[in-house]
């Protein structure tokens, strides 16, 4: 899209709440028309808490960039072989971030889940098995991520 100016900033999930409230130091610095958050998954020790505190400031960053005329994306998170009480979190996360308001959703859980095991990935976008790798999308997996995103990109 070429109405998009991108700015690229990220950092690790379990950071999440403080990288957002950083980032509001690098949109008013760069004043893009559009940013990209993309809602982390929860690993193995992550709580309820947590994930509220990341909900709270990315509708702080969601509203902060609304008044200031920018458009956020905000983008599901990758589905990580999750079960038990981290499918639980995880489902919930999913479910907080697809009822966001005031933003674009790009729904990667969608295209990545597999609908017969929640919360893993499809075996076509799995990494390689028994290697931490295998936690993540795949090269194939990473593309069918990057099309959800420019759809999403599409509507700025």
Known sequence: NPNISPVTYGTGGRA????I????AVIAN??????????????AGVS?????????????LINYAARNGIK????????WQYTGANLTLWQKLVSSVRNLRGCII???TAV??????????LAAYRGTAGDIQSYHPNPLGKYAQAQVIASAA???
């Open 106 to 108: 790009a729904d990667i």
């Open 72 to 79: 956020t994306i905000v983008c599901t998170p990758i589905p």
């Open 30 to 43: 760069r004043q893009p028309n559009a940013i990209i958050v993309h809602a982390w998954s929860p690993n």
């Open 21 to 24: 409230t950083a980032a509001r």
């Open 16 to 19: 999440l709440p403080g990288s």
């Open 154 to 156: 599409a509507e700025v």
């Open 48 to 60: 309820d808490e947590i994930i509220g505190k990341s909900l709270s400031a990315t509708v702080d």
């Open 112 to 121: 990545l889940e597999d609908p017969a095991a929640p919360g893993q990935l």
